[in-house]
């Protein structure tokens, strides 16, 4: 089966990389806010799709990318390499704690691995993909305090229940919960993701939305496929 996803400006060759291209970084991807965003970082590369499209998304922007597997770092790299947005992509092979920049970030953000406390896979590197502890969360926020700018945001995706373990940990790296964005399947359906948007200030009110993929079963909703149109093929 041909490992190549074609999208209308770059492909993804997913070749070596654990964890392939699934909902939850292209939505992040479409999602993520910085109007003014010069400097952006993704933690957590992956096959590299979601900076990718955020080099599309924010064609003047510098995107660096980072990734503890060395799989997917090669993966990324060569993703990167072979992309139109070449000159504007960096990638590094290490993990947040490690990572350093004498510049700060106006946009950080990951899809991070979220199984906390669960029973770890027996394939190693996916379990380094997926499986998370509250050591790696804190890590994770720390590091984004000290990289993010005074006006800059963190964007996280990730399930309801491990949001509501660790928001203590970003009050202690000094980072509010600005807004969210809800994600379900459907209309009436509950949330199954969240987008969860930090800043170094305390928002003059909480902000909430939700956003729904499909209209019914097998039908996307409109607001899905504007989203997409600019990156998918089919849409």
Known sequence: MSELFKFKQF??????????????????????KGTS????????????????M???????????????????FDCAKRNF????????LA?????????????????????????INSLKN?????????HASIHFYDNLFSKCDTLLNAEGTFQIIWPLEIRDQVLHIALAANLYLNEEICIRSFPDSNPFRVISSFNKTPPDAYK?????????????????LALLKPFFLKY
């Open 208 to 224: 909430c939305e939700t956003f729904h993929i499909y209209e019914k079963q097998g039908v996307y909703s409109e607001s899905y």
């Open 91 to 115: 990638i590094y092979h290490q993990g947040i704690e490690n990572f350093e920049r004498s510049h700060p970030f106006d946009l950080i953000i990951s899809n991070p691995p979220f199984f």
């Open 81 to 88: 390499e072979r992309s139109p947005f070449a000159a504007h």
């Open 54 to 72: 955020l080099a599309q998304r924010f064609p003047d922007a510098l995107v660096e990318a980072i990734d503890i597997d060395r799989g997917a």
């Open 37 to 52: 965003a010069d400097r952006i970082l993704d933690i957590g590369t992956g096959t590299g799709v979601i900076a990718l």
């Open 122 to 130: 027996l394939n190693e590197r996916k379990t380094l993909s997926r």
């Open 11 to 32: 492909e993804i060759d997913q070749t070596g990389c654990t964890m392939k291209i699934n909902t939850d970084g292209v939505l992040l991807a479409v999602k993520a």
